[in-house]
């Protein structure tokens, strides 16, 4: 059956496999993490038959029978010579620009025309391990397009500097299964051959799919080959070269130029008006012309001043200006909130103010590192070259369960913000003696999070398609129907609204931070006014989201964890594997990413902020004490990370235990690092209070926001932009691991220049004003 496809493959259109169906989105990849080697491992025994035809079938084709093929083509086929499919639902039309220029090409073939070769050679071929589902063969992008047909006589020009047509790389599928089997609910699509070809650049992706079926029918008639499925209208397209800006990107582009030259502008104005003059009084402090009083005072000087900590993933700074003779007024304090001199400074500042909780430095970046280590598996696996016999192993890989259970990093950062919060509210409630100025405590986080956010979201989704090109780039975007969507983002409701449309999937996350933050006055004002009220609220709420994420996962027959095997996966049949696909998405939109299932860290964390704040970060403890501590948390970090091991060998736990665990392992997580934290405080760290309290780390500790928001985009333009498919191996995976690394945290700081810094500048300056006034 499959034969005469590849044949086909081989001679008009030799569809080279890129990544033909649309590209997937966080949501699709992370979902089905725990589903995809085992649905792609029974459909391969599935369609053991075709895939064995097509190896058999896969030999080079010599140029004879090519021009042999491509003459018989012409000759036989209704659809070149008229340009009309006829069809059971009506007559369908290629136009006839294409049907000139494709009938053009296959003349040029058989005419030995060396741009018409060329054009052939681009076409994608089979390759080795076909029988391990190595079906995409992308061919060569870069040779399709540099193909340019010159004009003929025949043509009716004298103009030998002007061309017929340009090559167009395109992609097609021809799926294993009918169009119409495929789900909706599944995003898991069926096996097939997905290949590359390279068309004229007057052919529609529709006109490719009319020809593409037209030569499977004409082979019919001339090898009486019989074939059971056609190439899928869903998944092909064709990349434009010159693809021209829309609206919405003209937008952003401005948007990003106005940014941009604030911070120009504001570099200037700070260079000018207070960094020179600094410079001059240190120039003349240097030279005598100063007394030992004014070198304490200067004429402009900025001081950087640190806070405590107030947010859950970036240290705060804030600056000020001293200056005795002249202070700039409020335009140029606006001005100086874009300074990428002065912002850079206070990133890049590892000064810590007394009493600092300086080991949630280093967890907040090495978490945020855990977090990129597990993303570059998961966002390489729809452009894997060797994904059958790569993934599948490395699942069963013991030490691989740290990257597998990688998914209690994000609970860290929970667990982070909880107890900062905590403990930072109710020093702050001390102080003002239990008021505090609500309004400010919300509008400062909001603020805090928000204009970075969306600011990236509105250059990101707009811009991407236009970032580069290639046989896999997503021209269309990313992001699910182009972030209609964004006002779920805006109002941190997207991980419960719309859900199926979510925007930057990454930003569930945020979401159920802010979420949280929201409630969390519920938990820390109790404490304030009395331990025994503040401890059972806390622990009403606690056994609340316990109970909710054991029975959201008993209910759905949840596995325990993304990359473990679906409860439901049964057998090798389409029923069986979009049952286990629809269970994996589950687990994500009922489960991972809902706040009613997710706040057991963050709870955890203000139980033990309220431990520091009474303690006042001074506390004795027994070295029997310190010592079983330690013991106990580590057992249980090792539990929650390798405690699924004998699933992953392919025995999957029982669904009451798999809800048992969904209910526990994170609040158990969050335990574990409260203990870090605190033992750490408290001085009974060791080497790892060293490590974790490194100053190196605190300016990529404060950069770690902006490298979450950013790093899934670097992941994205790296992965789509490859013009082969990736064979991973071990060493390869770390080589991008500490790529993705890199570039994430360099963008993050220039995301934090442009957006972050200023606009928390920015809040300062309005808000200082208005308390003034």
Known sequence: MIRNAVCICLLLCSLNCALSQQPWSYVDTLSTLGSRA?????????????????????????????????????????????????????????????????????????????????MFDSFGKPSSGILQLELNWFGSYDECIAVRAPYTEVNQTTDPGKIQFKGQYCTAVLPFSPEGAATPASPMPSIGVQ??????????????????????????????????????????????????????????????????????????????????????????????????????????????????????????????????????????????????????????STKQPK???????????????????????????????????????????FTFQAISNATVSVDTFFTLSGLLISYLTLKELKKTEGKLNWFMFYFHRYWRLTPPYMLLMLLYVPLFPYFTNGPAWPQQGVEVKQCEAWWTNLLYVNNIV???????????????????????????????????????????????????????????????????????????????NATASTASMDFFLKYYITPWCRMGPYIVGIMVGYYLYVTELRFRWSKLFVAGGWAVSTASALAVLYGLYDDAQGNPVSVDTAAFYNAVNRTVWGVCVCWVIVACIGGYGGPVNAILSWKALIPLSRLTYCAYLIHPIVMYAIYYAQIKPIAFTDSLFVYYFFAHLVASYLLAFVLSLMFESPMMGLESVIFKRKRRN
């Open 498 to 576: 719309k859900t199926d449309e979510i925007c930057m999937g990454w930003s569930w996350y945020l979401a159920n931070d802010m979420q949280f933050y929201i409630l969390c006055p519920l938990l820390i004002v109790p404490f304030f006014y009395s331990k025994f009220i503040g401890l059972a609220v806390s622990m009403v709420f606690l056994l609340t989201t316990t109970i909710s994420a054991g029975a959201v996962s008993a209910a759905y027959s949840m596995a325990p964890g993304l990359a473990a095997t679906p409860m439901d996966m049964g057998g090798a049949n389409a029923s069986a």
């Open 355 to 397: 009493g600092s909780l300086r080991c949630i430095h280093g967890i907040r970046f090495f978490s945020m590192t855990w977090v990129i280590l597990g993303h570059t598996l998961v966002f390489s696996i729809g452009n894997l070259e060797n994904f059958t016999t790569y993934f599948p192993p490395l699942l069963k890989r």
């Open 38 to 118: 085992q649905i792609l491992e029974s459909q391969k025994e599935d369609n053991a038959e075709e895939i064995k035809t097509i190896q058999e079938s896969a030999k080079p084709l010599s140029l004879d029978k090519l021009q042999d093929y491509a003459q018989r083509l012409l000759e036989s086929s209704h659809l070149l010579k008229t340009g009309v499919k006829l069809g059971a639902d009506g007559n369908v039309t290629v136009s006839k620009q294409c049907i000139d220029d494709t009938t053009y090409f296959l003349t040029s073939i058989i005419s030995g025309q060396q741009w018409a070769l060329k």
């Open 195 to 348: 290949l590359g070809i390279c068309l004229p650049n007057s052919c529609s992706a529709k006109d490719m799919v009319l020809l593409l079926n037209n030569a499977l029918d004409e082979i019919v008639n001339i090898t009486g080959f019989k074939i059971a499925f056609q190439f899928s209208n869903l998944t092909s397209r064709c990349q434009n070269e010159d693809l021209e800006y829309d609206t919405k990107a003209i937008a952003a582009i401005v948007v990003g130029t106005i940014f941009g030259l604030l911070l120009v502008i504001g570099t200037l104005y700070d260079f000018m008006f207070v960094q020179m003059p600094k410079w001059a009084q240190t120039a003349d402090e240097d030279d005598g012309n100063l007394n030992s009083n004014q070198e304490a005072n200067g004429t402009m000087n900025i001081k950087y001043r640190h806070s405590d900590e107030n947010t859950p993933l970036i240290g705060e700074t804030k600056t000020s200006i001293d200056n005795n003779s002249m202070e700039p007024g409020v335009c140029g304090k606006a001005l100086l909130s874009f300074s990428a001199y002065s912002n850079g400074l206070k990133i890049l």
